[in-house]
């Protein structure tokens, strides 16, 4: 899409969808990313959707250079498997894969699994595991006692080439959660506040990446129409948000509720997809020039990657793209 | 002005919307629905959904103790709460 900055996608998730298109929709949602020049595509993990290494290979498979960035939670598998699958994908396909490493996740899945481990120490914990991982990547042995993890002369085969090794993400708005990717040199991602929140704060933006959906056509009327057609309001989703609001300890899911009730139905920021349940991320609605001085506005504040919504169609990303374009013209002109 | 609580005319009403609507047969109206596993997260909604269409109330849901909701005698509670406005129920 353009260059200096990053852009992933987001792979639809398996959660109602139809099972024997579901593949297809993968594979055609990929494809159309990496025509966009998207650099990625995030696969989501949670108890309720299918594995995203799979899928990951699904994607390497129907797509010529398209990177997956694959959510990775801690209770799911042993540091070294995970280094292993990525080392595996490496080895199979010769493609890079970035890794999104989440520390918490849906509360019921998290009890489910018997994981009560609190938030701030569900983060200790990802930072032994990323060391882990990291260390095995780089080759050699390695030792390791920790916490909650311990090796002992782990080596990891097949190793992996330097230009295959993966890219390092990590989900977290809380201070724990952005003081562990800073410490682990991974590019943290947020669920973004309103952009005042980063002109106030720039400092906390050095390495960060945002999870954003945009909706963005010529005109803001036209932007809205599409907008409220594809997100309507939903009493289920609503209901569905207020519960996950009364149980969830997520940093970002306050943050984002906080943000809902200060914002108007129709600001550039929107959070009603958020609000319904529809998806995590805040959205940016409107006109061309409007979206893109927004996401300008977050690339002044240090945002260097952009993780997009599920794309709806093939369509879409020439809005986004027009978006983005504008954003960076903006940028290099105020330079 | 007093307001009669018809609890146990709720209650059958709920206990038949577990039948019918959430195909979940409830031994007691005391049963846990959370920590027993009956309701999960998506029958949760459900439940609250229909309880919505059934009674017509909105339940606020952020001003609510997640305990309201851990049986069929506490959800009757809620109704009658948020029901001020409809008649008196008939148990059938």
Same mark, same amino acid.
């Given at each position: 899409?353009?260059?200096?900055?990053?852009?992933?996608?987001?792979?639809?998730?398996?959660?109602?969808?139809?099972?024997?298109?579901? *593949?297809?929709?993968?594979?055609?949602?990929?494809?159309?990313?990496?025509?966009?020049? +998207?650099?990625?595509?995030?696969?989501?993990?949670?108890?309720?959707?299918?594995?995203?290494?799979?899928?990951?290979? /699904?994607?390497? $498979?129907?797509?010529?250079?398209? +990177?997956?960035?694959?959510?990775? $939670?801690?209770?799911?598998?042993?540091?070294?498997?995970?280094? *292993?699958?990525?080392?595996?994908?490496?080895?199979?396909?010769?493609?890079?894969?970035?890794?999104?490493?989440?520390?918490?996740?849906?509360?019921?899945?998290?009890?489910?699994?018997?994981?009560?481990?609190?938030?701030?120490? #569900?983060?200790? #914990?990802?930072?032994?595991?990323?060391?882990?991982?990291?260390?095995?990547?780089?080759?050699?042995?390695?030792?390791?006692?920790?916490?909650?993890?311990?090796?002992?002369?782990?080596?990891? +085969?097949?190793? @992996?080439?330097?230009?295959?090794?993966?890219?390092?993400?990590?989900?977290?708005?809380?201070?724990?959660?952005?003081?562990?990717?800073?410490? +682990?040199?991974?590019?943290?991602? @947020?669920?973004?506040?309103? &952009?005042?929140?980063?002109?106030? $704060?720039?400092?906390?933006?050095?390495?960060?990446?945002?999870?954003?959906?945009?909706?963005?056509?010529?005109?803001?009327?036209?932007?809205?129409?599409?907008?409220?057609? #594809?997100?309507?309001?939903?009493?289920?989703?609503?209901?569905?948000?207020?519960?996950?609001m009364k149980v969830s300890d997520s940093v970002w899911h306050k943050e984002l509720s906080q943000a809902?009730?200060?914002?108007?139905?129709?600001?550039?920021?929107?959070?009603?997809?958020?609000?319904?349940?529809?998806?995590?991320?805040?959205? &940016?609605?409107?006109?061309?020039?409007?979206?893109?001085?927004?996401?300008?506005?977050?690339?002044t504040a240090g945002v260097r990657t952009f993780i997009l919504d599920i794309p709806h169609n093939e369509?879409?990303?020439?809005?986004?793209?027009?978006?983005?374009?504008?954003?960076?013209?903006?940028?290099?002109?105020?330079? | 002005?007093?307001?009669?609580?018809?609890?146990?005319?709720?209650?059958?009403?709920?206990?038949?919307?577990?039948?019918?609507?959430?195909?979940?047969?409830?031994?007691?109206?005391?049963?846990?629905?959370?920590?027993?596993?009956?309701?999960?997260?998506?029958?949760?909604?459900?439940?609250?959904?229909?309880?919505?269409?059934?009674?017509?109330?909105?339940?606020?849901?952020?001003?609510?103790?997640?305990?309201?909701? #851990?049986?069929?005698?506490?959800?009757?509670?809620?109704?009658?709460?948020?029901?001020?406005?409809?008649?008196?129920? /008939?148990?059938?």
């Amino acid at each position: 899409m353009t260059d200096s900055i990053e852009i992933f996608a987001t792979s639809p998730q398996s959660l109602g969808a139809d099972p024997p298109t579901y *593949k297809e929709r993968v594979i055609q949602t990929a494809r159309w990313s990496e025509s966009a020049g +998207c650099t990625g595509t995030l696969v989501y993990t949670d108890n309720s959707i299918v594995d995203p290494w799979m899928v990951a290979d /699904t994607i390497i $498979q129907h797509t010529a250079s398209l +990177c997956p960035l694959v959510a990775v $939670q801690p209770i799911y598998m042993h540091p070294y498997t995970a280094a *292993k699958m990525a080392a595996t994908l490496a080895y199979l396909h010769g493609r890079r894969i970035y890794l999104n490493m989440v520390a918490g996740g849906f509360a019921n899945d998290l009890a489910a699994l018997n994981d009560r481990t609190p938030h701030d120490r #569900r983060y200790a #914990r990802l930072a032994e595991y990323v060391e882990i991982i990291s260390r095995l990547l780089d080759g050699g042995s390695v030792s390791f006692t920790g916490e909650f993890y311990g090796v002992t002369n782990l080596r990891l +085969c097949p190793p @992996v080439p330097a230009h295959l090794r993966p890219g390092m993400l990590m989900s977290g708005s809380s201070e724990s959660g952005l003081a562990t990717a800073r410490a +682990c040199g991974a590019t943290a991602v @947020v669920y973004p506040g309103p &952009l005042s929140k980063y002109h106030s $704060q720039p400092s906390s933006c050095s390495r960060t990446g945002i999870r954003v959906g945009i909706i963005a056509r010529s005109e803001a009327e036209s932007a809205w129409e599409t907008a409220h057609a #594809r997100f309507p309001a939903d009493r289920k989703g609503q209901l569905t948000h207020e519960l996950a609001m009364k149980v969830s300890d997520s940093v970002w899911h306050k943050e984002l509720s906080q943000a809902a009730r200060m914002h108007s139905a129709e600001s550039t920021y929107w959070l009603v997809p958020f609000e319904n349940s529809k998806t995590n991320c805040p959205y &940016l609605v409107g006109s061309y020039a409007t979206v893109a001085s927004e996401l300008a506005g977050y690339m002044t504040a240090g945002v260097r990657t952009f993780i997009l919504d599920i794309p709806h169609n093939e369509q879409e990303f020439e809005h986004i793209s027009i978006v983005f374009r504008r954003a960076m013209e903006t940028l290099t002109v105020s330079a | 002005m007093t307001h009669s609580t018809p609890t146990s005319a709720w209650i059958i009403r709920l206990t038949k919307i577990f039948s019918e609507r959430l195909l979940i047969r409830i031994e007691s109206p005391d049963t846990d629905l959370l920590d027993s596993g009956i309701l999960d997260s998506m029958k949760l909604v459900e439940l609250l959904f229909t309880i919505e269409q059934e009674f017509g109330i909105r339940l606020p849901i952020a001003d609510l103790d997640i305990e309201s909701f #851990r049986s069929v005698s506490r959800l009757a509670g809620l109704v009658d709460r948020f029901n001020v406005m409809s008649e008196v129920p /008939t148990a059938t």
